[in-house]
């Protein structure tokens, strides 16, 4: 088992630093560097280079729960929220946010759009027999509400990952946008069996997709991270070595040929980084 801790204790005297990311979530590679994203930040990402951390504010947007990120050049990536309603069950337009930046050393928004609307009628149109469609509208996340919590891009399309809902099979959902610099189009869904737990995150790698699984509400007991063919839809566990001793990740970064880059998701300090590297 290797671990290597990467998000450690840099120097407040040295470097503009957070040496804590609360409630981390999303996070993606652009340019070399690492770019992370937080639960509850409405306006700000992490930035890291090297050892340098830095939360870096984002001017001419506010959004809340930015739950993943996706790299689409050395320039750019996208960010999305969960487009679900609070835990408290009302509705934001700031949860239901896909947006395009740009990023030249600080990040600017490019585009933005709201996706709920079309999501929830696609979801009824192509998986309505297989889903409470009223729960997925009016439950908060943690009781069945649309939340999407993985995306990354691959090819010309944007695939989006949902920690809920789940199939009444037990299965989780992947949708699939077409031209997502444009003009984001839901065109076509798939199913995977990920043993009734939901899609915590996404990468690429390859001609392949990397999907971190969990739980489909906020009752998190074991991770698996899988590899899954998005045209034959074939899945094949990924055995990472060290990744059944991570704490609770949120998403995954492939950093080279032969490492990946973990985020952890954590309210307040913890034993184990945020960001943590793993070798295979």
Do not use: C
């Not at 320039?75 to 934001?92: A, P």
């Not at 997925?136 to 990354?152: F, H, K, Q, W, Y």
């Not at 509400?217 to 991570?246: M, Q």
């Amino acid at each position: 088992m290797k671990f290597l801790f990467l998000a450690v204790l840099f120097s407040s005297s040295l470097f503009a630093a957070e040496e804590f990311i609360p409630e981390a979530s999303g996070s993606t590679m652009v340019g070399g560097t690492l770019i992370i994203s937080g639960d509850e930040e409405p306006k700000a990402l992490w930035l890291r280079k090297e050892n340098t951390l830095v939360k870096s504010k984002v001017n001419g947007a506010t959004w809340d729960d930015m739950e993943a990120l996706a790299t689409l050049d050395s320039k750019q990536f996208y960010g999305i929220t969960s487009h679900s309603l609070t835990k408290k069950g009302k509705q934001k337009p700031e949860r239901e946010q896909l947006f395009l930046f740009s990023f030249d050393g600080k990040v600017t928004v490019q585009k933005s759009w709201s996706l709920r609307n079309s999501i929830l009628a696609f979801l009824e149109k192509n998986y309505g027999s297989v889903l409470n469609m009223d729960e997925v509208r009016n439950a908060s996340p943690d009781d069945g509400g649309l939340n999407i919590e993985g995306m990354t891009y691959l090819g010309t399309k944007l695939y989006l990952g949902l920690r809920s809902p789940i199939t009444s099979s037990g299965q989780a959902i992947v949708l699939v946008l077409s031209q997502p610099e444009t003009n984001p189009t839901l065109s076509e869904a798939f199913t995977v069996n990920l043993g009734e737990k939901g899609i915590r995150g996404l990468e690429t790698s390859s001609d392949k997709l990397v999907v971190l699984s969990g739980s489909k509400n906020d009752v998190d007991e074991k991770f698996g991270i899988h590899l899954l063919n998005p045209i034959t839809r074939a899945l094949s566990l990924w055995r990472v070595p060290g990744f059944e001793g991570l704490i609770r990740p949120e998403s995954v970064v492939l950093e080279s040929d032969r490492s990946l880059l973990f985020v952890q998701d954590f309210e307040e300090v913890q034993n184990q980084e945020v960001i943590v590297q793993l070798s295979f």
